[in-house]
């Protein structure tokens, strides 16, 4: 069924609900009772369009993958931004085979097959009703050792661009087949199997991960495409990754499929036990239950406050384009929200995704140095995102998107129940006053805080991020990281603190016996688009400064003043953040102002946050130079979206954020784009073992003079008659 239909099925329904207990029922409390224990029960949860009822199919295996059956195949984009459908896959990988570089060549990989945004320019001019502009799709392909870029254009049929990488290190993001097809291959060498034999893991208990290698400058990674492949015994648990089999691992030709090397240090390294480590409920259930809470959930007896009409999400004053993405994960365009004032709506931000992450673990050793991953384009953020699970990634009153994404030889498969889209009620207040006892005036007024919020959660393998884009009416754009998931473990042959003498050689916490949380750091590096009120902006520094007073001119010494700074160029907007020098970052369209005369702004506010202390000439540092700072601003270029490259796997740090900045490129009065990272340091600790509680951080995206007044003012309070109480079960 398709969405609108769907929508259309459930308002009427509730409309023949309604009837029935109307004329049945003239009582308004039984009503309301009889109404909503009537959605207490209900199923009102909404899955996307290819799984109106039975939203997971879980796949069991990668290659279930392909050729599901249940999408809808007849889907046509709506949008300009629309991802690609199954059809135009189908298409783009007709028109490759027939293009002389496939032809010729048995062994090929696309790597990537995505949407090629048409020009900003044109989709800020297009509207609803208009002629679809020009579907093209955007191919990144690997044929015989070399990185090509195509644009496949579907109305003409024919590849309207080929460039080949040129000197531009690194490449392509692995394909899942990649991913698979690498951890076989340390079990053809005899010396690997002996190492893992010796050690008393049997060889069927093995469960191995390809590790993206880095790059270090060393002969060997020239001209070829490494990994490195390490394993763990999953006898006795599926929490594998708590039972490092230490010190052996495996350097992998990507493409020839051949061990080059194999190393094995700490024999001695007994694999830990592995007691205790499985997390599953099933498990948990069998050592007694632990029920903290009575179940909770939120209900809408009237139906969510949103709509979606294909990709395009409708809320309260919000309007965006959501898609999926392989590399991105979740991509926010042409966010706009509605003025109250004028009710026109007023573009915020063009383009917000999270365009790259850095992952470096603090250990220096043999088996651990290389381990410095770029989620996104090393393993692609999108791929990884798993289908969530409902009533429990996401509350039940959640839509499901699901993402359609090519595997290796371009078919396409279903990415199902991808990104949920949910309203949430935290109990918070959006804005509330009373007057105290003093004034003699009796008023208070209580707003409550309702959000949406757009979320993926993406397993790379051990680890899982939990990205969320969260919607205020009050004009505010929340984008929240969680990380949850399971540590990368060392394994270790002490058991005890107190068998340690140096700590400081530990690399980390000792977490249960024969195990250490290796100490890493997590960075997430956002691309945002803004467009405040236009295209055309400016990024303002407004520098937060102690002014002291002269002599005599007040009893106080010193005061806080805001001194705003228009950065002019690139260099202007390379920012760390400092606690003791604080600044506000807004961004401003410098030629529109509010009714008394501030030029209407955006402001980022960052939250919680670590930075990278890594020294900047570190291979590492040097290829996620993008967090080398907080925040950077660059004038908007198309080709410039991924923070650590286009081709980021065993890249050298020739095509960072930081190489585009560098070139200080005018910034004022332009159409720019805001780059932010969100940082953890992780020092793990014992509560981290053997799955991580989720932890957060953010930043907001808050209007600063966009709007006359609180834009939320004339929105009501909740009354009693508004939310019915369900009551618990007789029984209860
Ligand atoms: C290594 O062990 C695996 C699993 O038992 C086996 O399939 C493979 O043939 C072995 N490799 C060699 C070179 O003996
Ligand atoms: C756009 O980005 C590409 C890649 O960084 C660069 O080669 C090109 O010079 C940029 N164009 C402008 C106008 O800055």
């Not at 590790?211 to 594998?240: A, D, H, M």
């Not at 949920?420 to 105290?436: K, L, M, P, V």
């Not at 509560?687 to 609180?710: C, G, H, Q, W």
């Amino acid at each position: 069924m398709e969405a609108k239909n769907l929508w259309r099925f459930l308002v009427l329904s509730i409309g023949v609900v309604l009837v029935l207990l109307v004329t049945r029922l003239p009582n308004k409390e039984a009503l309301d009772c009889n109404l909503y224990s009537g959605w207490c029960t209900s199923k009102n949860r909404f899955y996307s369009s290819a799984h109106p009822n039975n939203p997971i199919k879980k796949p069991s295996s990668f290659s279930t993958y392909h050729h599901n059956q249940h999408h809808d195949e007849s889907e046509i984009p709506e949008h300009p931004l629309d991802p690609l459908t199954i059809q135009e896959f189908n298409k783009v990988r007709t028109i490759l085979s027939n293009h002389p570089l496939f032809k010729s060549s048995s062994t090929y990989t696309l790597n990537s097959v995505v949407l090629e945004e048409p020009d900003k320019k044109l989709v800020l001019k297009w509207k609803k009703g208009d002629p679809p502009l020009p579907r093209k799709a955007s191919v990144v392909a690997y044929v015989k050792g070399d990185s090509h870029v195509l644009t496949v254009d579907l109305e003409t049929g024919q590849v309207a661009s080929h460039k080949t990488t040129g000197s531009v290190s690194g490449y392509p993001t692995m394909t899942m087949e990649d991913m698979v097809g690498v951890l076989e291959v340390p079990l053809k060498s005899t010396e690997f199997n002996r190492s893992i034999t010796k050690r008393g893991v049997n060889l069927a208990d093995l469960a191995c991960l390809p590790i993206s290698s880095g790059w270090y400058g060393t002969p060997v990674e020239e001209n070829r495409r490494l990994i490195k492949v390490q394993c763990y015994s999953k006898e006795g648990t599926v929490n594998f990754y708590m039972k490092p089999i230490e010190g052996v691992t495996a350097l992998v030709d990507m493409d020839r499929k051949e061990v080059l090397a194999i190393s094995d240090n700490g024999q001695n390294i007994p694999v830990a036990n592995g007691i205790n480590t499985d997390y599953r409920y099933s498990i948990q259930k069998l050592n007694g239950e632990l029920r903290l809470l009575n179940p909770i959930s939120l209900e809408q007896p009237k139906g969510p406050s949103f709509t979606i009409e294909g990709h395009l999400v409708k809320w309260a004053n919000w309007e965006f384009h959501l898609r999926p993405d392989p590399r991105a994960g979740t991509i926010i365009s042409q966010a706009k929200v509605r003025d109250p004032d004028t009710s026109k709506l007023r573009s915020v931000m063009y383009k917000g995704f999270t365009s790259e992450l850095f992952v470096p673990y603090m250990d220096p050793t043999e088996g651990w140095y290389f381990k410095t991953y770029m989620d996104a384009g090393e393993y692609g953020f999108g791929l990884q995102a798993m289908p969530l699970d409902p009533l429990n990634d996401c509350p039940r009153n959640a839509y499901y998107m699901d993402g359609v994404f090519a595997s290796s030889d371009g078919t396409p498969y279903l990415q199902p129940n991808m990104i949920c889209i949910f309203e949430s009620y935290a109990g918070d207040i959006a804005w509330r006053h009373a007057e105290c006892p003093i004034t003699d005036l009796k008023v208070t007024e209580v707003r409550p805080k309702v959000t949406l919020v757009v979320r993926m959660a993406a397993a790379v393998a051990n680890y899982d991020y939990i990205v969320d884009w969260e919607f205020q009416t009050d004009g505010l754009i929340r984008a929240k990281v969680g990380l949850s998931g399971i540590l990368m473990v060392k394994g270790t042959t002490n058991e005890n603190m107190d068998q340690v003498p140096n700590q400081e050689y530990l690399y980390g916490t000792l977490l249960s016996e024969n195990i250490i949380g290796v100490i890493h750091d997590h960075f997430i590096t956002y691309y945002l688009d803004m467009d405040v009120d236009g295209s055309d902006n400016s990024f303002v520094k407004v520098n937060i400064k102690k002014q002291e007073t002269s002599r005599g001119e007040s009893p106080r010494k010193s005061y806080l003043k805001a001194v705003k700074k228009v950065a002019k160029t690139e260099k202007d907007a390379q920012i760390r953040l400092q606690l003791y020098e604080p600044s506000e970052f807004h961004v401003v369209n410098p030629l529109k102002k509010t009714r008394v005369g501030n030029p209407v702004g955006y402001k980022l506010v960052p939250g919680a946050t670590a930075a990278s202390l890594l020294d900047p000439e570190d291979p590492p540092q040097k290829r996620a130079a993008f967090t080398n700072n907080q925040l950077w601003v660059t004038p908007y270029n198309k080709s410039e979206q991924w923070a650590g490259g286009l081709f980021v796997y065993q890249s050298k740090g020739d095509d960072t954020l930081q190489v585009w900045s560098n070139r200080d490129r005018p910034i004022e009065n332009k159409d720019i784009v805001l780059w932010y990272t969100i940082g953890f340091h992780h020092i793990p600790c014992q509560e981290d073992y053997p799955i991580m509680p989720t932890v957060s951080s953010s930043f907001d995206l808050k209007p600063a003079n966009f709007f006359e007044r609180n834009p939320i003012l004339g929105v009501p309070p909740n009354f009693e008659d508004d939310l019915p109480v369900c009551k618990a079960r007789d029984s209860a």
